[in-house]
C-alpha cells in the first residue's frame, strides 16, 4: 500500500514538473496545452496572439496548431533553454546514458528522490581516444534532445518510468 502511494505523490510532482515546463514555455512564446496537443505561440503575458500579429509574423496562417507543440516538444533548441531554466528553479534534471558509449539515452527528472524519464536522447558525436597506456577514453559532442514525451505517455506509465542514473551527464554540460 506504501509503494502505491509512493507512486501518488511521484504522479503529483510530475504532474507539477509540467506545469512548470508550460509555464516556463509561456515565457519563451510557447502557450502548451497538453490536453489539444497544442501550442500556440503566445505574447509576453501568455495570451494566443490574435490573427493579425500571427499573420504578421508568420505570413501564411498554418490550419492547426498542432505542429506548433511538436516543434517544442521535439525541437533541441526550445527544450534545452526551457530545461536549464527548470534546473535553475531547482529541478534536477539529467541525460542518462546506459553505458558511457551509449548513443541513445534519456532525458530524466529526479521527483521525490526517484529519477523518471520523460524523453530521449542522443550524442550527436562520438570521439572514442586511447590514451597512451591503451586505456579508453570517450569524448562526446553535444547531446541533442529528440523529444519530450507528453505527460500523459509519462504519467499513465509512470511505473515503467522509473529508472536508475547509469552514466549521466548534465544538462548544462549537453
Known amino acids: 500500500m506504501n509503494h502505491n502511494k509512493g507512486y501518488c505523490e511521484e504522479t503529483a510532482a510530475l504532474e507539477k514538473f509540467y506545469i512548470d515546463l508550460a509555464d516556463t514555455a509561456k515565457k519563451h512564446g510557447f502557450l502548451l496545452n497538453y490536453f489539444r496537443a497544442e501550442a500556440p505561440p503566445c505574447d509576453e503575458e501568455g495570451n494566443p496572439l490574435p490573427l493579425h500579429e500571427l499573420l504578421r509574423i508568420y505570413g501564411d496562417l498554418p490550419k492547426d496548431w498542432r505542429w506548433r507543440y511538436a516543434v517544442f516538444l521535439e525541437s533541441d533548441e526550445h527544450i534545452k ?8 528553479k531547482g529541478y534536477q534534471i539529467r541525460f542518462n546514458f546506459m553505458a558511457p558509449d ?13 529519477w523518471f524519464a520523460i524523453g530521449e536522447c542522443r550524442k550527436s558525436s562520438d570521439i572514442i581516444l586511447h590514451d ?14 529528440i523529444r519530450l514525451w507528453p505527460p500523459f505517455y509519462v504519467l499513465a506509465n509512470i511505473k515503467r518510468m522509473e529508472t536508475r542514473i547509469q552514466n549521466e551527464i548534465n544538462v548544462k554540460e549537453g
Open 81 to 88: 533553454r526551457i530545461l536549464r531554466e527548470l534546473i535553475e
Open 102 to 114: 551509449a548513443i541513445l539515452g534519456n532525458v530524466v527528472v529526479k521527483v521525490n528522490g526517484k
Open 132 to 145: 597512451a597506456r591503451g586505456e579508453l577514453l570517450l569524448e562526446y559532442g553535444d547531446i541533442d534532445v
